[in-house]
């Protein structure tokens, strides 16, 4: 092989996922000279962060800086290492922090730059623990500007759309009258969208909002690089690696037939919500106790890939992972919202005790799954005032359930027995609860003091609480509840900083990356704050370009 051959094999590279960050790899890398082919599972593109509220968390930006925020990276790094201490410290990759929060802001900048984003500061949205030191009122939230759907061409028509967020609405609106509001009187008429996965009909006015618009506006940067072709429909089964054992290419399953694409490999594939072997290994939990709200194509392929060849995976507790609770519809469907914060509702577990604040999803994660002290099954529990004034999934407010969803009683005794929870507990449990909840208040747990709740999650109409109110107006309703999976699995492929795939053996597997949420959380510990998924992602994937367009940093 001629050195022109070397150089050449050397610009190639191809981006396992055409989600999120393994579109930015790919932008990043065009733009340095590489030739890239990313490989897409699946027929739609932009993976669970298209389905996401399309929340970039970044400290020290421009963005928010422009609008006079102050911040700075010694307060955002005081905050990660906050909620990185409270359990399991050890887990903190410092490095992997100081590299990840140090370069957040110069790759945030450098996708504006380059024409793949727009971004603006989500308005008054907080950061999830205002009790930890460097914690933020406002500014670490960006998201991309409204995009007009046309931009995508004929690839419109192959781009992922939240069926969960209102797309089209920008947060400016939903945050100044609530979620449930907003979402139920969009313009799809549902609360928390009825488009699904062919997206919503694109009209003269297209617009995309939340993880779609942020995806769409990736994906369009994408499609105007000549160095970048995105197929779909290719499923990657195999890494294929040199006689040094370098990866140097991939085997795919197409409706066609298998092919091979050679060039170095980033693996970009997101999480394993939808193979429930992985799911339970990485969460502990079998299919009564998880669901997942991700696209289906997210089955754990770029672990199992990694794994294939010695690459290492990183276990983060099943307490820190960022999973909603939800639950599943009598035809097997998975539904979530925000029902579980709103007032005139409480979660319980089998003998009818609350054992959290139950408006916030961490601290509901961490004490369900407690090791020494776990609390599954657990049920969700509200009166009929909650059904009037906050609905269900995609039921309105004051709307009826769908056939099989929900159990309904005239007295608490009677629910509980019929959902399996013991009566006594739960009727002790509701009077200690009510009296205090009148006026607010949750002095067991602390619901109601959570400003990002508050501001995300609360009906900002209902006095005086947003997220309280006493389980007293019959009839009462519950259903059982379970763990959603999002896409963002916390545990994952264990790389360095930089995005290189650390091998078992020791060192770094040669010629493999690995970005997105298909990489353990490492950079974080087992701390967790919305936001954090999309802003590494993006971070890893600039660093990544830049090395494989040849830059070193060792």
């Known amino acids: 092989m001629s050195v022109a051959d070397d150089r050449a094999a050397d610009q190639r590279v191809v981006v396992v996922g055409a989600g999120l960050s393994g579109l930015a790899t790919a932008i990043g890398a065009a733009q340095r000279g590489c030739r890239v082919t990313v490989l897409e599972a699946a027929e739609l593109v932009g993976g669970a962060a298209a389905y996401s509220g399309g929340q970039v968390w970044v400290g020290a930006n421009h963005v928010a800086a422009g609008q006079g925020i102050e911040d700075d990276l010694a307060a955002t790094e005081s905050y990660v290492r906050g909620l990185a201490s409270h359990d399991r410290p050890e887990l903190l990759d410092e490095e992997a ?12 900048r450098y996708w504006e730059d380059v024409g793949a984003v727009r971004w603006a500061v989500i308005p008054g949205l907080v950061d999830y623990h205002s009790d930890v030191e460097g914690a933020l009122g406002e500014g670490r939230y960006l998201t991309n500007e409204v995009i007009d759907g046309s931009v995508l061409g004929e690839w419109r028509a192959r781009l992922r759309v939240s069926p969960y967020f209102p797309v089209g609405t920008t947060y400016g609106e939903m945050m100044q009258v609530g979620r449930r509001v907003n979402t139920s009187t969009s313009r799809d008429t549902h609360a928390f969208g009825a488009w699904g996965e062919t997206g919503a009909p694109a009209t003269d006015a297209d617009p995309l909002t939340f993880g779609t618009g942020v995806v769409a506006g990736f ?11 995105i197929k779909v429909r290719h499923r990657v089964t195999e890494l294929v690696r040199d006689a040094d054992g370098a990866v140097c290419g991939v085997r795919a399953s197409t409706p066609s037939g298998e092919v091979v694409e050679h060039g170095r490999v980033v693996v970009a594939t997101s999480t394993y919500d939808w193979d429930p072997e992985l799911a339970r290994e990485m969460t502990g939990l079998g299919d009564e106790n998880f669901a997942s709200i991700a696209p289906d194509s997210l089955r754990g392929d770029g672990i199992r890939l990694v794994r294939s060849i010695g690459g ?7 307490t820190s992972i960022p999973m909603l609770p939800g639950w599943r519809t009598a035809d097997g469907q998975v539904g979530y919202g925000p029902e579980f914060a709103r007032p005139h509702s409480i979660v319980v577990d089998r003998h009818g005790r609350r054992f959290c604040n139950e408006s916030y999803w961490p601290d509901l994660v961490q004490s369900a799954l407690r090791p020494d002290d776990p609390h599954l099954p657990m049920f ?8 009037v004034e906050a609905g269900l999934g995609t039921t309105p407010p004051g709307g009826e359930y769908p056939p099989g969803l929900v159990t309904s009683a005239p007295t ?15 009727r002790r449990t509701v009077e200690e609860f009510n009296p205090p909840a009148v006026h607010g208040k949750d002095p067991t747990f602390g619901r109601g003091t959570s400003d990002y709740v508050h501001r995300f999650y609360g009906d900002h109409g209902h006095e ?15 259903l059982r509840l379970v763990f959603v999976g999002t896409g963002i699995g ?10 290189r795939v650390l091998a078992e053996a020791g060192g770094t597997v040669d010629g493999l990356y690995a970005v997105g949420s298909c990489v353990a959380l490492t950079a974080a510990g087992t701390g967790y704050n919305s ?24």
């Open 464 to 478: 005086p609480s947003s997220v309280v109110g006493a389980v007293e107006q019959a009839p009462f309703h519950g």
């Open 412 to 426: 608490l005794a009677d629910l509980a027995d019929a959902l399996g929870v013991d009566p006594d507990g739960l």
């Open 312 to 318: 290492r995976v990183a276990i983060i507790p099943p």
């Open 97 to 108: 922090m100081r590299v990840w929060l140090g370069t957040s802001p110069e790759a945030i």
């Open 490 to 499: 916390s545990s994952g492929i264990h790389t360095d900083g930089w995005g």
């Open 531 to 554: 936001g954090f998924a999309l802003g590494r992602g993006l971070t890893t994937a600039y660093l990544v370009a830049r090395q494989l367009g040849g830059e070193s940093f060792h």
């Open 219 to 229: 994906l369009a940067r994408a499609l105007r690089e000549p160095g970048i072709e």
């Open 380 to 387: 969700l529990v509200w009166d009929d005032r909650h059904r």
